[in-house]
């Protein structure tokens, strides 16, 4: 489902070149188990680690994951090969928010009602004051704290 997205967090991302290399070690691996099955120079046992090492390998470079804010709420997507999954943390059941700063970047930690867990969210130092102010709009009732390093 396409969401209205108020603000995009670092957070889950992989970098590009960890792609592009598992990508290129996947299709290695996969080529040398397909290689050594067409020669039939060594048994099964043995071709059985480069397929399943390469395969996973490429199944790693089709991953995504971005977690976003929006007019819902904190939404986590995980898109893989195989499947996509979505999980959102409505702004109603937000307890509390904990933002912690360091340098170039800060996390903000949300808190659902009644639970223990949450989400942490990694945004850049400059998209601070647009990730106080969808709090504050949002979810107005909700303490929000803040931690300097």
């Known amino acids: 489902m396409d969401r209205q997205v108020l603000c995009l967090s ?70 893989t090969l195989l499947s996509s999954s979505e999980e959102v943390l409505p702004w109603s059941k937000v307890a509390h928010v904990t933002i912690a700063t360091k340098r170039k970047e800060f996390m903000a930690f949300f808190e659902r009602y009644g639970e223990i867990k949450g989400l942490r969210v990694l945004f850049n130092r400059e998209q601070e004051q647009t990730v106080r102010g969808i709090i504050s709009k949002m979810c107005p009732k909700t303490e929000v704290n803040t931690i300097q390093k």
């Open 10 to 79: 670092k957070s889950g991302y992989y970098p590009t070149w960890t792609k592009y290399l598992s990508a290129a070690a996947g299709v290695v691996l996969v080529a040398g188990g397909i290689w050594r099955i067409a020669g039939q120079a060594s048994g099964f046992g043995q071709i059985y680690p480069y397929l399943f090492v390469g395969l996973g390998l490429l199944y790693f470079s089709r991953s995504e994951k971005r977690i976003y804010l929006s007019p819902e709420g904190i939404v986590k997507e995980t898109k």
